[in-house]
């Protein structure tokens, strides 16, 4: 590794006060790969939720995870582990962090490691790994959607949203979503979705109910909670799939159970973070064989919605909070 910030062992990253939650740019050491890790130079990150609320300290990273917010970058191998096979320093990656995204270096288990597909840039690379393995796991999974099936998604402007429209849609099914403006709902019927529901306008029971499929639906996945609950299990077909990965609305609500019994209905849910390296490991295989060929023929290539810089990372967190964006937002590390 010749490079000279390698040699310097410098590392620009971003750091959450533990006071003021504000944010800085920091420099430390390069992380060292571990034997199963590759050591990755980030071009870019991308921006979750989940790091939003580690800012807020309502999302402890693991005692194992980087203290550093940031789950998955992509750029340049520049390191590898001892017993990594595959892989080699120039190789260009995009993979799911344990940590540490929001950085100028990044270490990934390779497990959680894909290469970059052949024609992205680097910032739809970054938009790729959480988004990939929580649709992967949730709709296919645990969700077990099938072609010929009806799959509602909530969020469908979020960059897993926008993503899981497209990958249900590639794989046979019809798909159903919500968002929360015209033009949203307008380039997610684009992206693949039969019917796209302004959820403020219009209650999506409501909608799904006049379109004449309440009662058809076979696979949701919500991240919504509250009163999403009881209407999710209203609209869900016999033998439906009803996956949880979020409850934005509350984790608590009255719900009258009875549709479960009656319609035989299986309620899941799953957070990705704390799932073993060896359940990840599992799904990137599925997801290299199932979804890759899709990517490879850019038949689907993510929703990149806007850039910033490290040094921005708080313009970028506010930028999702406020809900303005339609696909992933990351951050450009390097120029590269």
């Given at each position: 590794?010749?490079?000279a ?32 890790e ?9 921006v979750n ?23 998955e ?13 595959g892989w080699?320093e ?18 990934a288990?390779v ?5 970059l597909?052949?024609g992205?840039?680097?910032e ?34 979020s960059?897993?949203g ?7 849609n590639a794989?046979?099914?019809?798909v159903f ?8 709902c307008?380039?997610?019927?684009e ?27 076979n696979?949701?996945?919500?991240m919504?909670g ?8 209203n ?19 009255e ?13 899941t ?18 997801i ?27 313009d970028a ?20």
């Amino acid at each position: 590794m010749s490079n000279a910030a390698i040699a310097s062992n410098e590392n620009r990253f971003v750091d959450i006060d533990p006071d003021t939650r504000a944010l800085s740019i920091q420099t430390g050491p390069i992380p060292d790969p571990k034997a199963v890790e590759l050591l990755i130079r980030v071009n870019s990150a991308g921006v979750n939720r989940a790091d939003v609320l580690q800012r807020k300290g309502h999302y402890p990273p693991p005692e194992d995870a980087s203290p550093i917010m940031g789950l998955e970058v992509s750029g340049e191998v520049v390191a590898i582990g001892a017993d990594v096979q595959g892989w080699q320093e120039g190789d260009q990656v995009c993979a799911l962090t344990h940590g540490g995204g929001y950085a100028e270096f990044a270490v990934a288990p390779v497990g959680q490691c894909f290469p970059l597909p052949t024609g992205f840039s680097h910032e739809e690379g970054a938009a790729l790994p959480e988004a990939l393995f929580t649709i992967w796991h949730n709709v296919f999974q645990r969700g077990a959607l099938q072609p010929g099936e009806k799959v509602l998604i909530h969020g469908g402007a979020s960059g897993m949203g926008t993503m899981g429209v497209m990958l249900a849609n590639a794989f046979g099914a019809t798909v159903f979503t919500t968002a929360g403006s015209a033009d949203k709902c307008r380039r997610l019927q684009e992206l693949g979705a039969t019917l796209a529901i302004n959820y403020r306008d219009e209650d999506f029971a409501e909608a799904l109910d006049a379109a004449g499929v309440a009662g058809q639906i076979n696979v949701i996945l919500d991240m919504v909670g509250g009163d999403y609950i009881q209407k999710n299990l209203n609209i869900a077909a016999p033998e439906a799939r009803i996956v949880n990965i979020a409850y934005m609305n509350g984790f608590k609500a009255e719900v009258n159970f009875a549709p479960l019994l009656m319609k035989r209905i299986t309620m899941t849910g799953s957070t990705l973070r704390a799932q073993s390296f060896a359940q990840k490991a599992a799904m990137k295989q599925e997801i290299l064989k199932q979804v890759f060929p899709h990517l490879e023929s850019g038949s689907i290539r993510p929703v990149v919605d806007r850039s910033f810089a490290l040094d921005d990372a708080g313009d970028a967190q506010e930028y999702m909070l406020s809900g303005e964006h339609m696909g992933k937002i990351v951050l450009q590390v390097r120029n590269a």
